[in-house]
């Protein structure tokens, strides 16, 4: 039916007059267009998780001369002693350079800055791979994307192995023994046990990332002994327990120093736990292949090996290779700018504004970085807030927002308010950039077109949604009203003040939300405010860089919908961990439960089209752009594989594995800022030399 005729129906069904009409008038949605065409550079070598890596003892191990000094001097016990009694082993013939050899360092620049070493109390490292280095979990999933779809499970790390009860009601793991803490103590089920119970399951505490008691279908832990424990489900086989078990959620802490400061072991309150460990803390206890030694605000974080870390090569060298890493404390922007330089070693190019002249630079053979585009993993949604019973306390006038949010027409008046196409086309022209609905990413392995529906730019649809929605322009101003014929609709949108792209997007969305009578003002907060914000609900639309779940499915499952308190970016629980659901996210939380509690891959690809079905007719999220990131990495560093998103199950930082990464002893250059030297005493003013 043309757009007229649904108007004129819908008047005479609603007994409206005929003057009326054009308001009621909203184009029928569509599939959204094809993205262009951009081929990924450069194809992974897809393999079985056995094929990478494995846990054995090797005959003798070896370390760099310079640490060897230490244990010479009686200062390090020797490595085979600071070793696993079976390591774990990375393959040669998976090593893209094979076996690798000692030094160098590697030049991150990054936008974040530390608040603090208490990753489980919620604060952050400043991101740009800091925390990705310094925490380890229990299995890993950013190298997956090289693993056949045949064999596609998370690996091994910190769990050695993992064998379910023939019920599928208990998951029994097996931890590396032997492993240590880079100050010599022992890494065992207390560290898992204080983690569970203590830092997941306890309410007061907010772990960065989200870790919560949902991440692990609600399980019931039993320590079995040292170095094994158990997980109980009330259902069978929830196997997103073990992509859970990856980065971002199990990543345990050291007991040892946390526990003291926890107020059930007598800690003096929540506030004092989360900041016992402040940036200045030096040598924070690490199961990551490298320590913080050294933090000059505004300036610079250094790294040093870690002499205890537990993975080496067939050849028996105790891992990473690289001896320093160094995070320069300036822009986001700054890091794509330093890599092309060569100043800088490594970037995500993810700011889409800055691809023509990063592309123009690589481009010139003399230069000194290598830049490869992989899949469209960069995409950017808006989130209105659902929670009408708390969560973020609004005030009147925010809550009748809230209360908007949840009105169909709403937010299709945001959708057919917004021209995809030029906001993709304000960051950068060129194949890049697609409209995006909201939902699965096209080209993801559950993306499904003809179940993705897509509400087009329309203006006058947008008017006449907002009318549907009850709103118009009572006072002539140019801008709709509350409904109760009040002030001017005014609708915050926080955004991420630290990232170009998200000020760009922001101020596209405010002037096209102008443009159909929507008044909408700017939050720009900057990173760690930003996150604060969006965590404590205090927003009323958030525009946000989209996570894993949107791409992978099985990685952060549980955020795909409300199913737990907090496992939603954009709706959670308020105090009393309460939430009014409306109908369609009921029916989205049933999808994702049923999703998580199947293993029959064609029951998954049925849910999972349903799930983007009712999350693209409602609009869960309001998709807006998204494209391809490259990695530019400078050309001296070997074993970096082939076809290595910048995003996926995880950052390019886990995914290329750092600590397999090596360089060519006739291209290490002399920039390590603490040469010979290795973390200190937890506490203690950073590195220390053998004598
Ligand atoms: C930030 C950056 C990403 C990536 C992550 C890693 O979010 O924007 O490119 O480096 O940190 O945590």
């Not at 893209?96 to 000692?102: F, H, K, L």
């Not at 492993?179 to 560290?191: H, Y």
């Not at 600590?659 to 220390?688: C, M, S, W, Y």
Request: proline share 7%.
């Amino acid at each position: 039916m043309n757009r007229n005729l649904t108007a004129l129906s819908g008047a005479l069904l609603l007994g409206v007059s005929l003057a009326a009409a054009p308001a009621f008038a909203q184009v029928a949605p569509t599939t959204p267009p094809d993205p262009p065409k951009f081929d990924a550079q450069g194809e992974p070598v897809f393999v079985n998780r056995s094929d990478i890596l494995e846990y054995k003892a090797l005959p003798s191990y070896t370390e760099p001369e310079f640490v060897k000094a230490f244990v010479d001097a009686g200062k390090l016990p020797p490595v085979a002693e600071r070793l696993p009694k079976e390591p774990m082993v990375y393959k040669t013939a998976n090593q893209p350079d094979g076996t690798g050899v000692y030094g160098d360092v590697m030049r991150h620049v990054i936008g974040g800055r530390p608040e603090g070493w208490n990753y489980w109390a919620g604060q952050s490292y400043g991101w740009g791979g800091i925390d990705i280095g310094l925490v380890e979990c229990l299995t890993r999933t950013g190298p997956l994307f090289t693993v056949n779809a045949s064999d596609l499970q998370p690996l091994p790390n910190l769990a050695k192995s993992w064998d379910w009860s023939e019920d599928g009601k208990t998951l029994t793991v097996k931890l590396v023994e032997g492993a240590k803490w880079s100050d010599g103590v022992d890494f065992t089920t207390d560290d898992i046990e204080f983690y569970y119970n203590d830092i997941v399951n306890d309410s007061n505490v907010k772990p960065l990332n989200g870790a919560s008691p949902a991440s692990y279908s609600n399980g019931k832990l039993t320590v079995i002994d040292k170095y094994s424990f158990s997980l109980s489900f009330e259902t069978a086989f929830p196997e997103a327990v073990l992509y859970n078990f990856a980065y971002g959620n199990f990543c345990p802490g050291p007991a040892h120093a946390l526990k003291p400061h926890h107020p059930k072991y007598g800690g003096k309150s929540y506030d004092d736990f989360r900041n016992a460990f402040p940036s200045d803390y030096m040598n924070f206890p690490s199961l990551g292949a490298w320590v913080v030694v050294e933090h000059r605000p505004d300036d610079v974080v250094v790294l040093r090996r870690n002499p205890y870390y537990w993975k080496v090569d067939e050849a028996g060298n105790q891992l990473p290779y690289l001896d320093e890493m160094q995070y320069r404390l300036s822009t986001w922007a700054d890091r794509d700018i330093q890599a092309v330089a060569g100043t800088g070693d490594f970037s995500n190019l993810e700011q889409a504004e800055n691809y023509v002249e990063s592309l123009k630079k690589a481009a010139d053979p003399a230069s000194p970085a290598k830049l490869a585009f992989g899949p469209r993993t960069i995409g950017y949604s808006l989130y209105p807030n659902y929670s009408v019973n708390g969560w973020g306390e609004p005030d009147a006038n925010q809550q009748a927002i809230r209360e908007l949010n949840r009105n169909l027409d709403f937010r299709k008046a945001i959708s057919y308010g917004l021209d995809r196409q030029r906001l993709g086309e304000s960051l950068v022209k060129g194949p890049f950039t697609t409209p995006y609905p909201g939902g699965l990413y096209a080209g993801t392995s559950f993306y499904d077109k003809d179940s993705t529906v897509y509400y087009p730019f329309d203006k006058d649809s947008a008017k006449a949604s907002l009318a549907a929605a009850g709103l118009t322009d009572t006072d002539g101003n140019g801008f709709v009203n509350l409904p109760n014929g009040g002030a001017d609709l005014n609708v915050t949108l926080l955004t991420n003040a630290d990232y170009q792209t998200d000020k760009n997007l922001a101020e596209g969305v405010i002037a096209m939300m102008g443009d159909i009578g929507l008044k909408v003002t700017l939050n720009a907060l900057a990173g760690k405010d930003r996150e604060a914000a969006g965590l404590a609900g205090k927003f009323d639309w958030q525009i946000v860089r989209n996570g894993t779940e949107l791409i992978t499915v099985v990685q952060s499952t549980t955020a795909l919908a409300p199913v737990g308190p907090t496992t939603s970016n954009h709706h959670q629980a308020n105090a009393k961990g309460e939430l009014v659901l409306q109908d369609y996210e009921k029916q989205l939380v049933d999808l994702v439960n049923k999703f998580m509690a199947t293993r029959d891959p064609a029951e998954r690809v049925a849910l999972m089209k349903q799930y983007q079905k009712i999350y693209t007719e409602n609009l869960d999220g309001i998709g807006l752009t998204a494209y391809p990131g490259a990695l530019i990495i400078n050309k001296r560093f070997a074993n970096i594989p082939a076809g290595a998103p910048i995003f996926m199950y995880n950052w390019a930082e886990d995914n290329i594995i750092r600590e397999r990464v090596f360089v060519p002893k006739d291209k290490q250059i002399n920039a390590e800022l603490h040469p010979n030297t290795l973390p200190g005493k937890p506490g203690e003013a950073g590195p220390v030399a053998a004598n």
